[in-house]
């Protein structure tokens, strides 16, 4: 499979804190990757480099495929839709360089990608948490991007209404084929939704794992992200019981 992304020594530095890096890996395309650790392991300082909202302070993201400047979907942990614009209109935000006919296109694809189609005219105060996400959510599919990336999307909304928007996006994202990242705390959801779990330690956030999500193994595996996460990372890696967990999870 072909590389989207690689991210090559990336470093950040809040003044005289270390707050990331060395960090290095490449996203393959169509690949969906969960960034999974403590508070504090620099997940969101990577998904931030990852969209271009924070300059490292060493190493590069570079993007690998398509021409040039790459479109980037973010949604983030709350929908931050903006209250006085239809949910047509929110999905249409940041989409004026395209002609109005496209716009539109755009929009409805996104909204039916969602299974929103009837509620474009809608305010937002007129929807529940879990559609203002799904709002959201399209309104980063609107931009047809190159690379998604999803900042704890259902941490702020009810369990049941989070596997129910779990399984929704698990369905889309097999659909569209997107090269995606996203953060979560929530290991059974990194399983449900991704087919690589990157485990984070820090500060500074470094990556201490890169393990392979498969049909089985589930539950080993996530025995195994708990005991890195349990250790300090190197030393955890070195435990004869995480090596027998690897050899099973594998």
Known sequence: MAE?????DLVVNFGERAALGPVSFTLAEGSITALVGRSGAGKTTLLRCLAGLLAPSRGEVKMLRGQGRPRIGYVFQDARLLPWLSVAGNVAFGLTHLPRAERREAVAKALAQVGLSGWAHARPGELSGGMAQRVAIARALARA???LLLDEPFSAL???????LQEELRLLLHRVRLTVVFITHDLDEAIALGDRLLVMAGPPGRIVADLPVSDTGGALL?????????GSGEEALQSPTLRVLAAHAG
């Open 4 to 8: 989207a992304v690689a991210v090559r």
């Open 158 to 164: 009810d369990a049941f209404t989070r596997r129910h």
């Open 222 to 230: 996530k025995r195994q992200v708990l005991a890195l996460l349990e």
């Open 145 to 147: 991007p190159d690379l």
